[in-house]
């Protein structure tokens, strides 16, 4: 089964779960909130690899920004090596 990445296609799996309680009393999904520890197998089932200058751009950030994300570990790359850089 595959599912869309997109910030609707989470909150539409993790609410699907019952884990949204406040679901449709006119938050918009940016301010639902949930048991992340509850929808941890779902949030795994999320993961994908994006590289670095992609995921830099998808969140508007600058290339130093990004960097400083990462060295301040907001940001956890998930591969290492000199020719690889994801998140």
Request: net charge negative; charged share 25%.
């Amino acid at each position: 089964m595959q599912h869309a990445l997109t910030g609707k296609g989470c909150v539409k799996r993790i609410s699907d779960a019952g884990l949204v309680p406040d679901q449709g009393k006119g938050l918009p999904d940016a301010w639902e909130v949930f048991d992340a520890d509850a929808a941890k197998p779902i949030l795994e089932e999320l993961i994908a690899l994006v590289q670095a200058h992609a995921f830099a751009s998808l969140i508007g950030a600058s290339r130093s920004q990004f960097d400083i994300l990462v060295d301040d570990r907001v940001l956890d790359p998930l591969l290492t090596g000199t020719n690889v850089k994801t998140v």
